[in-house]
């Protein structure tokens, strides 16, 4: 993103009274819809790495029927392909999250 280096009192400035990233958002949100899917925040582990980053999901995957709070992991193993072991609960404070680990 175009504000990836700026210093964090300007990023509050501009993203949080300013409403710098509104558009780009809504035009994300827009083309996501427009695929039948949704924008998650997801984090995934592999062989290859970890990462973590704003995605788009399909509207009828474990992710994209996530609401609220909640949170969930995904297991793809060699026996749940293509369909993931799901385990989701709360993810509100700390105590819910961390009994759910």
Do not use: W
Request: hydrophobic letters at 35%.
């Amino acid at each position: 993103s175009h504000l990836a280096h700026v210093p964090y009192d300007e990023f509050v400035e501009r993203v949080c009274k300013k409403g710098e990233l509104d558009d780009e958002m809504n035009e994300r949100l827009l083309a996501a819809a427009a695929k039948q899917c949704k924008l998650r925040y997801v984090a995934s582990i592999s062989d290859k790495g970890a990462s973590v980053g704003l995605m788009e999901v399909p509207v009828g995957s474990p992710l994209g029927q996530l609401s609220g709070t909640g949170n969930l992991l995904e297991f793809h193993t060699k026996y749940f392909d293509p369909y993931p072991l799901v385990v989701q609960g709360a993810g509100a404070g700390g105590e819910k999250q961390a009994s759910g680990v």
